[in-house]
């Protein structure tokens, strides 16, 4: 067999034989979830989905590094007294606290925008 250049070589057991298996192709930048526009505006959401019955609000559309982020979280979970989390670039701050949020936000220089229910 010749190296291919969309082929790996991989180890077998079969009598020392190597053989060739296609490379996957890779993988690109995942776009933003399908409802959410990528526009520079931070959308406050209320959700229980996957939370046990548990009301969640749930911050979409911030830019920012990771690093960013978690600095940003800490900052709202402590104005709204509550625990929170990161789900990728999701802000998560458990209960309902969208009007706190917003205006926090507001205060921080965001075009926010309460979505959702």
């Known amino acids: 067999m010749t190296p291919d250049e969309d082929s790996r070589r991989v180890y077998s057991t079969e009598g020392g034989r190597v053989r060739e298996e296609p490379r996957k192709a890779a993988s690109k930048a995942a776009p933003p979830p399908q ?3 990528d526009d520079g505006i931070v959308r406050i959401m209320r959700d229980r989905k996957g939370r046990g019955g548990k009301t969640a609000t749930t911050i979409h559309g911030l ?5 960013e982020l978690d600095v940003l979280l800490k900052r709202l979970k402590q104005v ?3 625990g929170g989390s990161r789900e990728g670039r999701v802000l998560v701050v458990q209960g309902d606290h969208r009007e706190r949020l917003q205006a926090d936000l507001e205060k ?5 925008k309460l979505a959702g229910g």
Not at 63 to 67: T, V
Not at 108 to 112: A, D, E, F, K
């Open 63 to 67: 830019s920012g590094s990771d690093a």
């Open 80 to 82: 709204c007294g509550a």
């Open 108 to 112: 921080l220089g965001h075009r926010v």
């Open 35 to 37: 409802g959410m526009p």
